[in-house]
């Protein structure tokens, strides 16, 4: 079934399965394709009978997918849209309401690992961020736009740095002389601001403040809140969801929506906390390591209110 040997490791591919418990002949809702990592391990669970959607906001990725699976044991419907966008999908397929659906959040391993995409400040290339190319303004156009203020509390919410203001003024002094528009020009300013400090911290200092922008650049929370607020349409009765988050301002609106679902009677949290990889995971793979699964069971009949 598979061509090539993806470089991008799919994260508790173990957990997922115990959670997604897959049987034949049930439809999934796979929300972040990626490179098909996820999806490979659980289309041959669902045959005979099922369908297999994956959605994706990168073309690339979806491309490499549609090569890598090239006998999927069940039919495979491979779809370039947001998982905001789940709710119409599903209507323009019409597919009434999946029983599982999984969302691995974020990028995959290969998208950071390419400097065209300039998602990493260890490599140098533009700064761009988007995950899906084709759409909206990228991290140059942020870092060169946006007015001071507005930059340092962006950096700061979504990125918890507590040099943000400091940070953002650098920006705005360097881009009053030339426009920023590459991953290292914005290191290197990260860098400046933390001078010497920089040789305490655990994490390189444009950590957060990339974080910050590649969340603002995407609208992470936003889309994600959208993907929430739709599991009373996606969802089956019986129906199992679950997310895997990467960082702590997901995995807090996952938390909060899940609590809600369940406290409202129209889901069962199937795990009380979230599950962590294996320590063995953890040194395989160094992207797991900040993984947290949360996973529901839906209770409720479709087209209840849901958020
Ligand atoms: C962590 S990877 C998924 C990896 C996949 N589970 C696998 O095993 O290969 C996340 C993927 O989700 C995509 N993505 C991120 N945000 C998205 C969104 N809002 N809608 C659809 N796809 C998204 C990214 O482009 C990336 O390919």
């Keep these: 079934m598979v061509n090539e040997t993806p470089q991008h490791i799919p994260v508790m591919p173990d957990e997922v399965v115990a959670q997604l418990a897959p049987r034949p002949g049930e439809v999934v809702l796979d ?17 005979p009978g099922g369908r297999y959607i994956g959605l994706d906001v990168d073309p690339a990725n979806l491309a490499y997918a549609r090569d890598a699976v090239d006998s999927p ?33 974020g990028f995959a391993s290969t998208q950071v690992d390419d400097p065209g995409r300039g998602l990493s400040f260890l ?45 953002s003024r650098k ?8 426009p920023i528009n590459t991953t290292s020009e914005l290191a290197e300013l990260c860098c400046a601001v933390y ?21 603002a650049v995407n609208d992470e929370l936003g889309r994600l809140e959208a993907l929430l607020g739709a599991m009373g349409r996606l969802l089956k009765p019986d129906a199992r969801a679950v997310i895997i988050s990467f960082h702590s301002l997901e995995d807090r609106a996952v938390k909060q929506a899940f609590r809600r679902f369940a406290s409202d009677g129209l889901a ?15 040194h395989a793979n160094s992207r797991s390591r900040s993984a947290r699964l949360r996973a529901l069971r839906w209770l409720a009949a479709r087209g209840r209110a849901s958020s």
């Excluded at 929300?31 to 045959?47: E, S």
């Excluded at 044991?73 to 999946?98: C, Q, S, W």
């Excluded at 069962?268 to 995971?281: F, G």
Aim: proline content about 7%; charged content about 30%.
């Design 268 to 282: 069962e949290l199937l795990v009380s906390k979230p599950l962590r990889p294996s320590d063995e995971e953890r």
């Design 171 to 178: 920006i705005v002094e360097r881009r009053r002389r030339t």
């Design 195 to 215: 001078g010497p400090r920089a040789r305490r911290q655990r994490i390189h200092p444009a950590t957060r403040t990339f974080q910050a922008l590649r969340i």
């Design 123 to 167: 490599q140098d290339g533009p700064l761009d961020m988007r995950l899906d190319p084709t759409i909206g303004r990228t991290a140059a156009d942020l870092v060169n736009r946006t007015p001071q203020n507005e930059l340092a509390d962006l950096i700061y919410r979504y990125g918890d740095e507590r040099f943000s203001r400091a940070i």
């Design 31 to 47: 929300c972040t394709l990626g490179r098909a990592g996820h999806a490979q391990l659980i289309m041959p669970m669902i045959a």
């Design 73 to 105: 044991p069940v039919p495979m419907e491979l779809v370039h849209r947001n998982f905001a966008e789940a709710g119409d999908v599903l209507d323009e397929l019409e597919v009434d309401g999946v029983d599982l659906l999984l969302a691995d959040l």
